[in-house]
């Protein structure tokens, strides 16, 4: 089973598009323990190899910022979600210059125009995937986070978890930013 997101050849220089939304209202800062909340089942979430390697990556991420892993009574609750979609990209394809019919004098511009491209056209089929993780608040039930990633798919499992493992960083990263900023806000304050 093919895991969430790596880049088309053509687009290897690109990165996963990850974006992230979050309740300006939520305590940030008092959040310190988190849970997991039943994750959507899907396709990718059946696999238990994805799935974990996605968990883990996220209890990781959550650790590394100072939140501690509770069963009993956590704080914030998380789940994540995939999804996996068939895209099509018709790309043009050169195939050299004719020169019969495609040149021709136009009198508004002065000038003879040049050679006609001749080409065809190639179909690709790639698959895209997303994650979504969604941090919850435990007593309101309410979502205070949630992070996206977008890309897509590759058969090579080693740059799948690579990928996985740097869009939850990125999450990770606004996550905990929001809690610091809380923290010194609040040190000002007192």
Do not use: C
Not at 10 to 39: H, L, Q
Not at 95 to 119: A, H, K, Q, S
Not at 128 to 138: E, F, Y
């Amino acid at each position: 089973m093919i895991m969430l997101f790596i880049l088309i050849p053509a687009a290897d220089a690109m990165a996963a598009k990850v974006r992230v939304d979050y309740d300006r209202e939520a305590d940030f800062e008092s959040y310190k323990t988190f849970g997991w909340k039943d994750s959507v089942a899907n396709s990718l979430a059946k696999n238990s190899l994805v799935h974990s390697r996605i968990k883990n990556g996220i209890e990781d991420q959550l650790s590394r910022g100072g939140l501690a892993q509770s069963d009993d009574s956590p704080d914030v609750l998380v789940t994540y979600h995939t999804d996996v979609q068939e895209e099509v990209r018709i790309d043009p394809v050169p195939l050299g210059y004719t020169y019969g019919p495609g040149w021709y004098y136009d009198p508004y511009w002065t000038g003879y125009y040049g050679p006609t491209v001749v080409g065809t056209t190639q179909v690709v089929t790639y698959r895209t995937g997303t994650l979504v993780v969604d941090i919850v608040d435990a007593k309101s039930q309410k979502v205070v986070f949630r992070g996206v990633a977008e890309d897509t798919l590759s058969e090579k499992m080693e740059k799948n978890e690579k990928k996985v493992y740097s869009v939850l960083e990125k999450m990770a990263k606004q996550f905990h930013s929001m809690r610091k900023k809380q923290l010194k806000q609040e040190a000002k304050s007192k």
